[in-house]
């Protein structure tokens, strides 16, 4: 079992709509995580950070689910352009980051 | 501009020839690291370094070496590559890996024949 674990996808979806994308990690001793983003076979850039709380950022919301071990991404009024691939990344301490494979998101018109 | 560079961006080599990455980053930051992409793999890392000095193994580190003499760069050496280390490469650098952001460099297509 890989430690972190997404869908690939492709998820397909027209513009405006809302999608959400989960990811599970199994290492219980996790200590943040994170939301990259990733155009094709460019250098991920960091989406947003994901906290105990939930967090906003415009039109997206990440959540933690510590018990389940898993964390989630809600996009809303999708844009053409948030065609990408989206990673999950968790730190699981000792200046260690794990990668999940990612989830493919095609917005279409 | 804060970034992270990296090079050469694409190289073509021939098995066992000894070659270097660089990698190079204009932040000030501490902790650099070092990745490989592969399809249905994700992102794996090979080695970091958390300041000059100090640098430790990922999860995949057999078959390089890196040093961190300065704190700006941190170089990967495959001193003799194989065609299973054809991949595409990502050096990242932050502050901590704390909360902080990691800044990736463009990448790095190799590919060994």
């Known amino acids: 079992r890989k430690e972190v674990e997404q869908d690939p996808g492709p998820f397909n979806v027209p513009e405006g709509a809302t999608v959400a994308f989960n990811c599970t990690y199994s290492?219980?001793?996790?200590?943040?995580f994170f939301w990259y983003r990733q155009d094709c076979r460019k250098e991920p850039k960091l989406l947003m950070s994901?906290?105990?709380s939930g967090n906003e950022d415009g039109r997206f919301t990440a959540q933690l689910n510590r018990a389940s071990q898993y964390i989630s991404l809600l996009i809303r009024d999708s844009k053409l352009s948030d065609s990408a691939t989206y990673l999950c990344?968790?730190?699981?301490?000792?200046?260690?980051?794990?990668f999940g494979t990612g989830t493919r998101l095609l917005v279409s018109p | 501009e804060a970034q992270v560079t990296q090079n050469p961006r694409y190289l073509i080599t021939v098995t066992g020839k000894k070659l270097t990455v660089t990698c190079s980053q204009n932040?000030?930051?501490?902790?650099m690291s070092w990745y490989r992409q592969d399809p249905g793999l994700g992102l794996r890392q090979i080695y970091y370094?958390?300041?000059?000095?100090?640098?430790d193994k990922g999860d995949v580190p057999e078959g390089y070496k890196v040093s961190r003499k300065e704190k700006r760069n941190f170089p990967l050496i495959l001193e003799s590559p194989s065609p299973n280390q054809t991949s595409l490469y990502f050096c990242?650098?932050?502050?901590?890996?704390?909360?902080?952001?990691?800044?990736f460099g463009p990448g790095t297509r190799l590919t060994v024949t």
């Open positions: 990242a650098s932050s502050l901590s890996t704390g909360t902080y952001e990691q800044y």
């Open positions: 290492n219980s001793a996790s200590q943040s």
């Open positions: 994901v906290y105990s």
């Open positions: 990344v968790v730190n699981r301490g000792f200046q260690k980051l794990v």
């Open positions: 932040m000030n930051h501490e902790y």
């Open positions: 370094s958390m300041n000059v000095e100090v640098t």
